[in-house]
């Protein structure tokens, strides 16, 4: 360890550190991300009164100990925003929820935000589908956030922001409206709330979660996985729509060239992929 708290690590333990991370999350480091490993590990060696990233490196073999979600949680990367990119939830608003609606009468929505943070793609949803729908007693419209994190799937239900975050993407007119604020925190409104649930969920790990949802946002992830990862993300999200469900990807992001399960949609310059029937 130096002065500035932060524990140096060997060689060896860089390599197996980048491995076990990416076996856990798919996140794929490589050796020039040393010093990301070191600040953002250190306070954890720190937390749990562990001497070495060795003896971390055995605490976090357990899969399922607070050694590894801590670690989990220190490593991803959250950033997110309300109405990221602002184009997904027009084609959401405009072509995919109409959609949803003509071909099915009983109004059954369901959506899914994967990867989401601490929940602010969920919540713009839920924004789109409350001024599209007015009335969201009138239909059966769920949507459900997963995210390998625990700390922001905590944060996601709370559904609590600053306001820096809420400033983040919102106009003033929807912070007052689905917001109600208290002492300074901006809580999304138990109407919003009702209709949105979250849960801690692998997405590269087999999923319980069957051919349930119409539309799902993974947006800003899959560019952190290598190709293996890549390949196996799509194919849970796949398992996860029902046939002729919606994937909508980031900006930046794209399904390997072969997509399989996919047919790549373009609608007034938003792609998206629909699951082939
Ligand atoms: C940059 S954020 C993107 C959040 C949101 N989708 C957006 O576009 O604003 C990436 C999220 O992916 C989550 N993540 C990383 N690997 C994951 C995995 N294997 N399974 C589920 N979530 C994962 C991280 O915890 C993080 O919250």
């Given at each position: 360890?130096?002065?500035?708290?932060?524990?140096?690590?060997?060689?060896?333990?860089?390599?197996?550190?980048?491995?076990?991370?990416?076996?856990?999350?798919?996140?794929?480091?490589?050796?020039?991300?040393?010093?990301?490993?070191?600040?953002?590990?250190?306070?954890?060696?720190?937390?749990?009164?562990?001497?070495?990233?060795?003896?971390?490196?055995?605490?976090?073999?357990?899969?399922?100990?607070?050694?590894?979600?801590?670690?989990?949680?220190?490593?991803?990367?959250?950033?997110?925003?309300?109405?990221?990119?602002?184009?997904?939830?027009?084609?959401?608003?405009?072509?995919?929820?109409?959609?949803?609606?003509?071909?099915?009468?009983?109004?059954?929505?369901?959506?899914a935000s994967a990867a989401c943070s601490s929940g602010q793609e969920a919540y713009s949803m839920a924004m789109v589908l409350k001024e599209t729908l007015f009335d969201l007693s009138d239909s059966m419209v769920e949507i459900r956030g997963f995210d390998i994190s625990s700390k922001v799937v905590t944060a996601a239900r709370r559904g609590e922001y600053s306001?820096?975050?809420?400033?983040?993407?919102?106009?003033?007119?929807?912070?007052?409206?689905?917001?109600?604020?208290?002492?300074?925190?901006?809580?999304?409104?138990?109407?919003?709330?009702?209709?949105?649930?979250?849960g801690k969920q692998n997405l590269l790990k087999p999923l319980s979660i069957k051919a349930e949802y119409h539309i799902v946002f993974c947006r800003n992830v899959v560019n952190y996985f290598e190709d293996k990862d890549r390949a196996l993300l799509f194919q849970n999200l796949a398992s996860m729509l029902v046939p002729c469900g919606v994937l909508v990807i980031g900006a930046t992001e794209f399904i390997n060239d072969k997509p399989g399960n996919f047919i790549k949609k373009n609608e007034q310059g938003s792609v998206?992929?629909?699951?082939?029937?």
């Open positions: 360890m130096v002065d500035s708290g932060l524990h140096l690590m060997t060689d060896q333990e860089l390599v197996m550190l980048i491995e076990h991370v990416r076996v856990q999350t798919g996140i794929n480091l490589d050796e020039s991300k040393r010093y990301l490993l070191e600040s953002r590990l250190s306070p954890i060696l720190q937390n749990f009164s562990i001497g070495s990233y060795t003896e971390l490196l055995e605490r976090v073999a357990v899969d399922s100990s607070i050694e590894n979600q801590a670690l989990i949680n220190a490593i991803t990367t959250n950033e997110t925003y309300f109405f990221r990119d602002g184009h997904p939830f027009d084609l959401l608003k405009n072509k995919l929820i109409p959609d949803l609606l003509k071909r099915n009468q009983n109004k059954i929505i369901k959506i306001k820096f975050e809420v400033q983040r993407g919102l106009s003033e007119d929807r912070i007052s409206r689905y917001f109600d604020c208290v002492n300074g925190r901006y809580q999304v409104k138990p109407e919003l709330r009702s209709i949105v649930t979250f998206y992929y629909e699951k082939v029937g």
